[in-house]
């Protein structure tokens, strides 16, 4: 997902900032039908009417390129607090900020790092965690995110969508 252009972003971006958003990210999820969840934001923030008009624009686009509504399910969606971050664009946007970072395989012995975002480089993300600064390699970034606090007013998750006591 991270640094990965999902094939229908060259096609909605444009379509999706005349609309006044941005077009954040795409993920795919599998499926017999598989869902694609757009991420939209904009300066003013995303209200639930952006998300609907964008969605019915999109479904638009998508017809007219011959992609039937019954081949795939669409979601578009703020990013929300704990905002995915699909680039080292986005990255930058966020320096400073604490970041929640899944990889790909273990670095460190470890499969995700949470700290605050210091610096980031085509090549790594440097992060300030609990135990010192960690270079984590760009290539081995499968997800990054805004890390949610309990100071947010969120509750932290963990298990299985259970929220923790």
């Not at 795409?26 to 939209?40: D, Q, S």
């Not at 699909?86 to 949470?114: D, E, I, K, Y």
Request: charged residues 25%.
């Amino acid at each position: 997902m991270f640094n990965e252009e999902h094939p229908w972003k060259v096609l909605l971006e444009p379509v999706i900032e005349a609309m006044g958003c941005e077009l954040l990210g795409i993920v795919r999820a599998g499926g017999r039908v598989p869902l694609h969840r757009l991420y939209i934001d904009r300066p003013s923030g995303v209200r639930m009417d952006d998300c609907a008009r964008i969605g019915r624009q999109v479904e638009g686009v998508l017809a007219v390129r011959g992609l039937p509504a019954a081949a795939y399910r669409l979601e578009v969606s703020s990013p929300g607090a704990g905002r995915p971050l699909f680039n080292t664009a986005q990255c930058r946007r966020h320096l400073g900020r604490r970041v929640r970072v899944r990889l790909r395989a273990p670095f460190s012995g470890r499969r995700g790092f949470t700290g605050e975002l210091c610096a980031v480089s085509d090549a790594e993300l440097l992060l300030h965690t609990p135990e010192g600064e960690m270079r984590v390699p760009m290539a081995l970034v499968r997800r990054a995110e805004l890390a949610v606090s309990s100071e947010s007013g969120r509750r932290p998750v963990s298990g299985r969508g259970k929220a923790s006591p």
